[in-house]
């Protein structure tokens, strides 16, 4: 192991894992500007107001525990980064309930979700779940080595 | 190599109090010098003109032979450490000591070697992912200077650290004092110049504890007479204050100078045990206090007598309050 590399494995003892957890940061960022356009969908059927309301009782719950993850890989914490890929997987999922059924539908012979707003919230959603696989595997690869090395510390 | 002058200072506060008058000094590379003296006397003043935290009134500072009398602090490569310790609260000791070398955008890996490195010379290390709230005073004071110490600055300015500072960063330092008294300097030296040879009554009462036993004594038939007492004195000492004759002088005894012997009765009135001396607190005459280190155990009681004797004495002008020395001839 090089010199450099070794330090930068000591480093991490004392250092916070921050790449992780503004990574995270960035994921609640993209939900929220997924958030704010998906409302334009609202078009006054049940169907969407009960879709709609849900999706923002999600959506602060998402908030909650991606805040929480970002605090918690912050300090190389690797059930965090399971939470991580959790909400990644429900990010993913999200694009096939709202934005899949708006896209197309017809409500008063008006189109409910446009070409261009269905792929931006499209791309919010993907860019947002890339951002928690990608803080969940830094998180991963980092605490494990930090876990390794001060195992050989302790040794 | 660093070379620090301080020539002429003078600190004048816009209310026109003056806090520092004409501060002359030369540090010589690894150099420490300790300013001393009561609170207010423009210790903090100086080190913070120094600093570049005060503007400096009137006078020159130099560093390596360059004036940087007008340099803004960041330009002065000084690091100082502040009595408060002003450490970042949210932050970890690790955070506070590499925090100066992250704003200057160091490679992390060199940053990390070099607060290690002052961790470990400060006994830091098992501290470092710790807050300061969680720390002792006299860590956080370490942590202080260990922030001040990661930037290997040329000069250190460090406002009252010496009391918990580490033997280790000790040892390799040369120590010399400047004694300061209302904005003056009075006295610069070694801790032993300034304990053995005052230039005045206010370094010889200052440096030592207890302090110096002060008398007002007249010079007569080649004597010294106090309130209560005489002391006798050598012909080199009778020669020292042949101008004096007939006039009153200040005569200084530390308590260590006075031993047990023929010579001055004192009644006590305090005996404390010091474990290899005895502290003996006592009167000569009615009213002349004089406070004695005696070695050994002793165990006066209140009201005894005890016949005491002086060794090294020291002699000052009354008027002038400078020492009377032997004038070179």
Same mark, same amino acid.
């Given at each position: 192991?090089?010199?450099?590399?070794?330090?930068?494995?000591?480093?991490?003892?004392?250092?916070?894992?921050?790449? /992780?957890?503004? %990574?995270?940061? #960035?994921? *609640? $960022?993209?939900?929220?500007?997924? &958030? +704010?356009?998906?409302?334009?969908?609202?078009?006054?059927?049940?169907?969407?107001?009960?879709?709609?309301?849900?999706?923002?009782?999600?959506?602060?719950?998402?908030?909650?525990?991606?805040?929480?993850?970002?605090?918690?890989?912050?300090?190389?914490?690797?059930?965090? /980064?399971?939470? %991580?890929?959790? #909400?990644? *997987? $429900?990010?993913?999922?999200?694009? &096939? +309930?709202?934005?899949?059924?708006?896209?197309?539908?017809?409500?008063?012979?008006?189109?409910?979700?446009?070409?261009?707003?269905?792929?931006?919230?499209?791309?919010?959603?993907?860019?947002?779940?890339?951002?928690?696989?990608?803080?969940?595997?830094?998180?991963?690869?980092?605490?494990?080595?930090?876990?390794?090395?001060?195992?050989?510390?302790?040794? | 190599?660093?070379?620090?002058?301080?020539?002429?200072?003078?600190?004048?506060?816009?209310?026109?109090?003056?806090?520092?008058?004409?501060?002359?000094?030369?540090?010589?590379?690894?150099?420490?010098?300790?300013?001393?003296?009561?609170?207010?006397?423009?210790?903090?003043?100086?080190?913070?003109?120094?600093?570049?935290?005060?503007?400096?009134?009137?006078?020159?500072?130099?560093?390596?032979?360059?004036?940087?009398?007008?340099?803004?602090?960041?330009?002065?490569?000084?690091?100082?450490?502040?009595?408060?310790?002003?450490?970042?609260?949210?932050?970890?000791?690790?955070?506070?000591?590499?925090?100066?070398?992250?704003?200057?955008?160091?490679?992390?890996?060199?940053?990390?070697?070099?607060?290690?490195?002052?961790?470990?010379?400060?006994?830091?290390?098992?501290?470092?992912?710790?807050?300061?709230?969680?720390?002792?005073?006299?860590?956080?004071?370490?942590?202080?200077?260990?922030?001040?110490?990661?930037?290997?600055?040329?000069?250190?300015?460090?406002?009252?650290?010496?009391?918990?500072?580490?033997?280790?960063?000790?040892?390799?330092?040369?120590?010399?004092?400047?004694?300061?008294?209302?904005?003056?300097?009075?006295?610069?030296?070694?801790?032993?110049?300034?304990?053995?040879?005052?230039?005045?009554?206010?370094?010889?009462?200052?440096?030592?504890?207890?302090?110096?036993?002060?008398?007002?004594?007249?010079?007569?038939?080649?004597?010294?007479?106090?309130?209560?007492?005489?002391?006798?004195?050598?012909?080199?000492?009778?020669?020292?204050?042949?101008?004096?004759?007939?006039?009153?002088?200040?005569?200084?005894?530390?308590?260590?100078?006075?031993?047990?012997?023929?010579?001055?009765?004192?009644?006590?009135?305090?005996?404390?045990?010091?474990?290899?001396?005895?502290?003996?607190?006592?009167?000569?005459?009615?009213?002349?206090?004089?406070?004695?280190?005696?070695?050994?155990?002793?165990?006066?009681?209140?009201?005894?007598?005890?016949?005491?004797?002086?060794?090294?004495?020291?002699?000052?002008?009354?008027?002038?309050?400078?020492?009377?020395?032997?004038?070179?001839?």
């Amino acid at each position: 192991m090089s010199d450099a590399i070794a330090t930068r494995i000591d480093r991490m003892r004392y250092t916070k894992n921050t790449a /992780s957890s503004r %990574l995270a940061l #960035l994921a *609640i $960022v993209f939900d929220i500007l997924f &958030f +704010i356009s998906i409302y334009k969908s609202d078009v006054g059927t049940y169907y969407y107001t009960i879709t709609i309301g849900a999706s923002i009782i999600y959506n602060l719950v998402f908030l909650l525990a991606a805040f929480l993850c970002s605090e918690g890989v912050k300090n190389y914490r690797i059930g965090y /980064s399971w939470a %991580l890929i959790v #909400l990644g *997987i $429900v990010q993913i999922a999200r694009i &096939f +309930i709202l934005p899949m059924n708006a896209h197309g539908a017809i409500v008063n012979n008006m189109p409910v979700m446009g070409d261009g707003q269905f792929v931006r919230v499209v791309i919010y959603l993907a860019v947002s779940a890339v951002c928690l696989f990608a803080s969940a595997l830094v998180n991963m690869k980092k605490s494990r080595t930090l876990a390794k090395y001060t195992a050989s510390l302790q040794a | 190599m660093a070379e620090l002058q301080l020539q002429h200072l003078d600190k004048i506060y816009d209310n026109n109090v003056q806090a520092v008058y004409d501060f002359n000094l030369d540090v010589k590379d690894g150099e420490l010098i300790v300013l001393v003296g009561p609170s207010g006397c423009g210790k903090s003043t100086t080190l913070r003109m120094v600093a570049g935290l005060e503007d400096i009134s009137k006078g020159k500072l130099l560093l390596d032979g360059r004036d940087i009398t007008q340099a803004p602090a960041k330009d002065r490569d000084m690091a100082m450490v502040f009595q408060n310790y002003a450490l970042y609260g949210h932050m970890t000791i690790y955070e506070n000591m590499a925090f100066s070398l992250t704003l200057r955008k160091e490679n992390p890996n060199v940053i990390h070697k070099k607060v290690m490195a002052a961790a470990e010379i400060l006994d830091l290390t098992a501290q470092l992912n710790k807050k300061p709230a969680q720390l002792s005073g006299g860590q956080r004071q370490r942590v202080a200077m260990g922030r001040a110490i990661v930037r290997n600055p040329k000069v250190f300015l460090f406002d009252e650290p010496l009391s918990n500072l580490d033997a280790k960063l000790r040892s390799s330092t040369r120590r010399e004092i400047v004694c300061m008294s209302m904005g003056h300097v009075q006295q610069v030296g070694t801790p032993l110049e300034l304990y053995d040879t005052p230039n005045n009554l206010f370094v010889a009462s200052f440096i030592g504890l207890p302090p110096m036993n002060l008398f007002d004594v007249v010079f007569e038939n080649g004597k010294l007479r106090g309130k209560g007492f005489e002391a006798e004195l050598s012909e080199e000492q009778k020669d020292m204050l042949r101008s004096y004759d007939r006039k009153t002088i200040v005569l200084g005894v530390r308590p260590e100078d006075i031993s047990q012997g023929e010579g001055i009765l004192a009644k006590v009135s305090v005996n404390e045990n010091l474990g290899m001396n005895t502290l003996v607190q006592g009167y000569m005459g009615d009213n002349c206090r004089v406070t004695a280190k005696l070695r050994g155990w002793a165990s006066y009681r209140s009201g005894d007598q005890v016949s005491l004797r002086f060794g090294k004495m020291h002699f000052f002008d009354k008027e002038t309050t400078n020492a009377i020395r032997k004038e070179a001839r």
